[in-house]
C-alpha cells in the first residue's frame, strides 16, 4: 500500500503552466506519477509537454479522470484554487503554496473535512510514496522504499532525516509533510492514523516543531490509539517566545507551544524523542531492527 | 506583527468601536500640546509591545499642563521590561488620551484557536488583570466560546455570552455588540489576536475599549496596505531591520554564532545543535532556496552587522538547492564582503560533492568544511570562543 499517493494516483496540477507548476509538475510525473492535468483558468485546450491544460480542476476529473490536485497556484489565490479542488470531485488535495492567510484557510479547512476531501498542507514540501508516486518539491533521491512511514513539519529537515535513513540501509512507505502554518488541512494525529492501517508500514518518525499543540495531541493519541512504535524529533528548542521562526505557525505564544512541553508530552506517553535529527534516524534504526 | 496601543485603537475607530479620543505624540511638548486639546485629565501612555505598562511606570494620569510635562519627560526614554522579564523596551512614542472614569472594567478578547480551527471569544467581568490570572483566580469567570467558521458570531448568541459572564443587565447588549464587532474586525482585518483589557464602562455608562493589543498576520498584509505602511517600531533589533527590508526571514539571539540555514525546520534544529554542543546561536536566519550569491552576500551582511558575531556556520541540505550553487554562492560572497570571520561550512544532499571540490579549489583559509550538522556544530562552537 503506502498512504495517500502510489501507483494509482491521477494528479492534476493547478498552477502547472507557472514556472514553478511546470518544473515541480513535470519532476513528479518524471518520478513516474501519473500527471494526467494541469489547470490555468483561461489556458484550456493548451498542453505542457504533452499534459492537457484545463480551465478548471472539475473538467480535469471528468475528462482525465484525476484522483489527486496538488495546488501550486500565488497565495492570493491558493484558497480559492483549494475550494475549487474541495468541489471537484478529487480525493485528495495537497497544497504547497506557502503564505495563505490563516482567515481564508479557516473555512477552507472545514469545507474539506465537510466534504471528506483530504487536505494536505498548504506551506509544505507534498508526499512522497517512494517508487509510486511523488507529489510535490520532495527531492526523491534521498529516500528509498522501505517500512518507516514520516510524517513532518518540515521540508529540509524530513531531507535530512530520510537521508540518515537511507544512509543505514532503510527506507519509507511514505513521507508526508503537513506543513508549517498554523492551520493545516491535515495534522499529525491523522497522518498516524493512515499509517497505522497501512500494511507497509512498521513504524512511523514523526517530526515537530515549537507552536500550537499538534504534538501534545499526537502524544494523547498515539498513547491510545497507534501500535506501530513512533520516534520524534522536536526542532526549537533555542527558539525564544513570541517570535515567528521562519513558518508562520512555528511561534511560542506565552508560554505554551515549546519545544520543552512537546518533548516532554510524547516522552510521557512512551515515545522516543531524539535530540538531533541524526538521533532520531538512529533511534528509529535500532527499533526497526529489533521488530 | 503586533500593532503598537494607538493602531489597533485606530483600527476599531475605523470600524466603528467606541474609543477614547487620543493623539500619538513622540516629544514631551507634542504631548503637552495634546493634553491641552484634549482636555484634562489625561492618560499619558507609554508606546510598547508589552503588556505590565502600568505596574512599570508607564501609563500616568496628568491633572494638569505640569503633570502632562512631566510624565511625558519621565516616559519618553524610559526602559520598560515586561512581566515575564521581556525586554527592556526603550519609549519613544507616546499615546495622550482624555482620561475615562472607570465604574468597572472587563475582559474582551478573540483568538485563533488554532488547536480547535476557530476562532475564540472570551469575555470576564473580571478586567485589568491578566487573563491568566482570572483563568487561575476565578475560571468560571472567563467564559469562552469558539465562533463558526462559516456563520460567524450572532448577536443571540453573544448576548448568551455576556449572560454567562454576569456582565451586568444594562450594559451586556452593548458588550454582545462589542463582541460581534471584535469577531468582524478579526475576520476583515486578518487578527490572530485582539484583546481589550480593560473594556470599561465609565460613569457615563458608556461602554468603551481602553487598551487595544492586537496581532495581524503577516500573510495577508498584501491586503492591508494601510497596515503594511504603518512604521516600524524604532525600537526594533537594527538586524532584524536590515534583514526585513532585503526580504530575509531573520530573528535575532543574544549569542555569537552566526547561522544560515536553508528551510525554517532545518534552520531551527541548527541552533539546537550548536546549544547542545556548548555554543550561543546569534540569530536564526532561513535562506530559503536562495543559493545565489546575492542572497549569500545579503545574508552575510546581516549576520555580520551584529558585532557579537565571532564564528558563522553555514548548515545546507540541498533537495531541489544544488550545492555547487550554493559553494559558488559562499565564494563569491565571502570574496566580495572579505569576510574574514571563520566560516563553518556543512553542505549536504544534491551535487554536494561537486559543491565541495569547488571550496576546496577556493583554498578560503577562514573556511572549515564538516560532513555531519552534528560535527559543523562542534567545530564553530571552538571556533567561536566565549
Known amino acids: 500500500m503506502s498512504i495517500i499517493i502510489d501507483n494509482d494516483t491521477k494528479l492534476v496540477v493547478s498552477g502547472l503552466t507557472g514556472r514553478e507548476g511546470s518544473f515541480h509538475g513535470l519532476r513528479n510525473r518524471d518520478y513516474g506519477t501519473q500527471l494526467v492535468a494541469g489547470v490555468t483558468p483561461g489556458k484550456g485546450g493548451q498542453d505542457v509537454e504533452g499534459t492537457p491544460v484545463f480551465n478548471t480542476i472539475a473538467e480535469s476529473v471528468d475528462e482525465a479522470g484525476a484522483n489527486t490536485s496538488m495546488i501550486f497556484v500565488p497565495a492570493k489565490f491558493a484558497a480559492a484554487a483549494i475550494n475549487e479542488a474541495i468541489d471537484s470531485g478529487v480525493e485528495t488535495v495537497i497544497a504547497i503554496t506557502e503564505g495563505i492567510p490563516v482567515m481564508d484557510m479557516l473555512p477552507t479547512y472545514w469545507k474539506a473535512r465537510e466534504k471528506g476531501v483530504r487536505l494536505i498542507g498548504p506551506n509544505c514540501p507534498g508526499v512522497l510514496s517512494p517508487g509510486k508516486a511523488n507529489v510535490g518539491i520532495i527531492p526523491a533521491q534521498f529516500f528509498d522504499q522501505g517500512r518507516i512511514g514520516v510524517v513532518s513539519k518540515s521540508g529540509t529537515l524530513t531531507y535530512q532525516i530520510g537521508n540518515e535513513l537511507k544512509q543505514a540501509g532503510e527506507g519509507n512507505s511514505t513521507i508526508v509533510g503537513i506543513g508549517g502554518d498554523p492551520i493545516v488541512g491535515s495534522d499529525f494525529i491523522d497522518i498516524l492514523t493512515l499509517f497505522e492501517a497501512d500494511d507497509e508500514t512498521d513504524m512511523i518518525v514523526m517530526v515537530g516543531e515549537i507552536g500550537g499543540d499538534a504534538e501534545e495531541k499526537a502524544a494523547e493519541f498515539i498513547a491510545a490509539e497507534i501500535s506501530k512504535p513512533v520516534v520524534a524529533y522536536i526542532a526549537g528548542f533555542t527558539a525564544p517566545p513570541g517570535k515567528q521562526m521562519g513558518h508562520a505557525g512555528a511561534i511560542i505564544s506565552g508560554s505554551s507551544g515549546t519545544a520543552q512541553a512537546k518533548q516532554e508530552a510524547l516522552e510521557a506517553k512512551g515515545v522516543r524523542v531524539g535530540e538531533s535529527p541524526t538521533e532520531a534516524a538512529q533511534i528509529a534504526v535500532e527499533i526497526l531492527g529489533s521488530l | ?386
Open chain 2, 1 to 386: 506583527m503586533d500593532l503598537l496601543e494607538y493602531q489597533g485603537k485606530e483600527l476599531f475607530a475605523r470600524h466603528g468601536l467606541p474609543v477614547p479620543k487620543g493623539v500619538h505624540a513622540s516629544t514631551v511638548d507634542a504631548a503637552v500640546t495634546a493634553s491641552e486639546t484634549l482636555g484634562y485629565p489625561v492618560a499619558v501612555k507609554a508606546q510598547v509591545l508589552i503588556g505590565g505598562r502600568g505596574k512599570a511606570g508607564g501609563i500616568k494620569i496628568a491633572q494638569d499642563s505640569t503633570e502632562a510635562h512631566e510624565y511625558a519627560g519621565e516616559i519618553i526614554g524610559m526602559d520598560i521590561v515586561g512581566p515575564h522579564g521581556e525586554g527592556p523596551f526603550k519609549v519613544h512614542e507616546l499615546w495622550v488620551e482624555a482620561g475615562s472614569e472607570i465604574e468597572s472594567e472587563f475582559y474582551a478578547s478573540v483568538i485563533l484557536d488554532r488547536s480547535a480551527k476557530k476562532l475564540m471569544v472570551m469575555l470576564s467581568r473580571m478586567g485589568g488583570m491578566d487573563v491568566e490570572a482570572i483563568a487561575a483566580s476565578d475560571p468560571e469567570a472567563l467564559v469562552k466560546q469558539h465562533v463558526d467558521p462559516i456563520t460567524g458570531l450572532g448577536e443571540d448568541e453573544a448576548r448568551q455570552i455576556a449572560a454567562r459572564a454576569k456582565i451586568p443587565e444594562q450594559v451586556a447588549g452593548e458588550v454582545a455588540n462589542v463582541l460581534v464587532q471584535l469577531v468582524e474586525v478579526a475576520q476583515a482585518e486578518d487578527a490572530t489576536l485582539i484583546e481589550v483589557n480593560p473594556l470599561i464602562v465609565n460613569s457615563d455608562g458608556e461602554v468603551i475599549l481602553l487598551d487595544a493589543k492586537v496581532t495581524i498576520d503577516g500573510n495577508s498584509l498584501y491586503r492591508h496596505p494601510e497596515l503594511e505602511e504603518l512604521p516600524e517600531s524604532a525600537d526594533q533589533d537594527p538586524q532584524e531591520a536590515m534583514a526585513r527590508e532585503r526580504g530575509l526571514t531573520y530573528v535575532s539571539l543574544d549569542g555569537n554564532i552566526g547561522i544560515l540555514g536553508n528551510g525554517a525546520g532545518l534552520c531551527m534544529s541548527t541552533l539546537d545543535v550548536v546549544a547542545q554542543a556548548g555554543g550561543r546561536p546569534a540569530n536564526f536566519l532561513d535562506a530559503g532556496g536562495g543559493s545565489k550569491a546575492e542572497a549569500i552576500i545579503d545574508a552575510l551582511e546581516v549576520i555580520t552587522s551584529n558585532p557579537e558575531v565571532s564564528a558563522i556556520l553555514f548548515n545546507i541540505f540541498g533537495g531541489i538547492t544544488r550545492c555547487d550553487e550554493v559553494a559558488r554562492g559562499i565564494i563569491e560572497a565571502t570574496g566580495k564582503i572579505g569576510l574574514e570571520l571563520p566560516l563553518v561550512v556543512r553542505l549536504d544532499g544534491t551535487n554536494s560533492e561537486e559543491g565541495l571540490a569547488l571550496l576546496a579549489e577556493a583554498g578560503l583559509s577562514n573556511l572549515h568544511h564538516e560532513a555531519t550538522m552534528l560535527g559543523a556544530a562542534r567545530k564553530v562552537v571552538e571556533l567561536a570562543g566565549n
